[in-house]
């Protein structure tokens, strides 16, 4: 487990964890059991900011997020790991206004969820 860093766009907690990507790097499952299959992931800049793509991201330098537990993950780390697994590099703070506020505008983005 490592302390929270600085440097991200929403407060950190302490950061533990890693994600399990299948064989064919289809779906992906954090170790809070999330999967991409369930509830999907959130994509971040490589600024580490919430931003929804209609088609994903295939670029190395931004990161996936785990919308449930906040694990954030590099995209590169997860495209080398496939059928293996990626350590966490950040743990996003899921009760901070900020993310909160950008993940509720990311669901409307990708869902229309209500605002």
């Given at each position: ?40 992931w ?30 954030v ?43």
């Open positions: 487990m490592s302390a929270p860093t600085n440097g991200w766009p929403y407060a950190t907690v302490l950061v533990d964890g890693e994600i399990t990507v299948d064989e064919d790097g289809e779906n992906q499952t954090c170790e809070c059991g999330n999967d991409s299959q369930t509830e999907n959130c994509h971040a800049t490589s600024d580490g900011r919430l931003s929804w793509m209609t088609d994903g991201s295939s670029d190395p330098s931004e990161f996936a997020v785990c919308p449930v537990c906040g694990r993950y590099p995209n590169a780390a997860l495209f080398a790991a496939q059928g293996n697994t990626a350590a966490a590099i950040a743990r996003y703070d899921t009760l901070d206004p900020a993310f909160i506020k950008d993940l509720t505008q990311y669901n409307h983005d990708a869902y229309g969820d209500p605002l």
